[in-house]
């Protein structure tokens, strides 16, 4: 299982990014369009993205496999974010900067740990490669700090996550590329989470983001933990 990697925060697009005036055909309640130009970013190619292996972005939600109370578990994500006034400081502060009212283009907006974030569950974690100053994790770009709380098996809100799982024998069901199949094929299969500790998945299916993969590709009520997939070949 050393093929499988972690990714514990947020990709960028390696695209430049553009808004529609238009309905988005993922989410009804939304009448505009976030799609990808075809310009590379300039970070993009300034990290030699010709030599990457390109896969498909899945649409779900992320899972992160590591032990809880001594037992392979999966882990789901959750970030912890800013209470209402400190989420309006930081507006305020990014409204500044982007207009050049600020004297001071290169200033970091100052959290206060103790003060400006929401409680998070007793069990959260910070997500690997998050910076911690003075034994607080600090938050990204956009206020937040990615983490992982374990599923808990009588919380409604991990039903789909129990559901790709079975955490009282430590298995999961998985969607991966068949690696002796060289035309791409994709296998299910259940998998022990003991071989996949330390690795992240994405969780698809039916109720998990709106399924945009459609009824076609995952028929009924269906979930499951995914590994990257590799792009179609473009000529």
Same mark, same amino acid.
């Given at each position: 299982? +050393?093929?499988?990697?972690?990714?514990?925060?947020?990709?960028?697009?390696? %695209? &430049?990014?553009?808004?529609?005036? +238009?309905?988005?055909?993922?989410?009804?309640?939304?009448?505009?369009?976030?799609?990808?130009?075809?310009?590379?970013?300039?970070?993009?190619?300034?990290?030699?993205?010709?030599?990457? /292996?390109?896969?498909?972005?899945?649409?779900?939600? *992320? =899972?992160?496999? @590591?032990?809880?109370?001594?037992?392979?578990?999966?882990?789901?994500?959750?970030?912890?974010?800013?209470?209402?006034?400190?989420?309006?400081?930081?507006?305020?502060?990014?409204?500044?900067?982007? @207009?050049?009212?600020?004297?001071?283009? #290169?200033?970091? %907006?100052?959290?206060?740990? /103790?003060?400006?974030?929401?409680?998070?569950?007793?069990?959260?974690?910070?997500?690997?490669?998050? $910076?911690? =100053?003075?034994?607080?994790?600090?938050?990204?770009?956009?206020?937040?700090?990615?983490?992982?709380?374990?599923?808990?098996?009588? *919380?409604?809100? #991990? *039903?789909?996550?129990?559901?790709?799982?079975?955490?009282?024998?430590? =298995?999961?069901?998985?969607?991966?590329?068949? +690696?002796? &199949?060289?035309?791409?094929?994709?296998?299910? $299969?259940?998998?022990?989470?003991?071989?996949? $500790?330390?690795?992240?998945? $994405?969780?698809?299916?039916?109720?998990?983001?709106?399924?945009?993969?459609?009824?076609?590709?995952?028929?009924?009520?269906?979930?499951? /933990?995914?590994?990257?997939?590799?792009?179609?070949?473009?000529?």
């Amino acid at each position: 299982m +050393e093929n499988y990697g972690t990714v514990q925060q947020k990709i960028s697009c390696v %695209f &430049e990014t553009a808004v529609l005036d +238009e309905p988005s055909g993922k989410r009804d309640y939304q009448q505009f369009k976030v799609v990808a130009t075809d310009v590379l970013k300039r970070s993009a190619t300034d990290s030699d993205i010709s030599t990457a /292996l390109a896969t498909e972005k899945l649409d779900g939600t *992320c =899972v992160f496999i @590591k032990q809880y109370n001594g037992l392979p578990w999966l882990w789901a994500r959750f970030d912890r974010k800013p209470n209402k006034n400190a989420e309006k400081r930081f507006r305020k502060f990014q409204t500044e900067q982007s @207009k050049g009212d600020n004297p001071d283009q #290169h200033a970091k %907006f100052n959290w206060n740990p /103790l003060k400006d974030f929401k409680q998070v569950p007793d069990d959260w974690i910070p997500a690997d490669g998050i $910076e911690i =100053v003075d034994g607080f994790p600090q938050p990204d770009d956009i206020g937040h700090t990615p983490g992982w709380v374990p599923v808990d098996p009588k *919380c409604r809100q #991990h *039903c789909w996550h129990l559901s790709a799982v079975n955490l009282n024998k430590g =298995v999961g069901l998985f969607l991966r590329q068949d +690696e002796e &199949e060289i035309s791409g094929r994709l296998l299910i $299969e259940a998998l022990p989470l003991s071989e996949l $500790e330390g690795c992240t998945a $994405e969780l698809i299916g039916t109720n998990i983001n709106a399924n945009p993969y459609g009824k076609n590709w995952l028929p009924n009520i269906f979930h499951i /933990l995914s590994f990257f997939i590799p792009a179609p070949t473009c000529s």
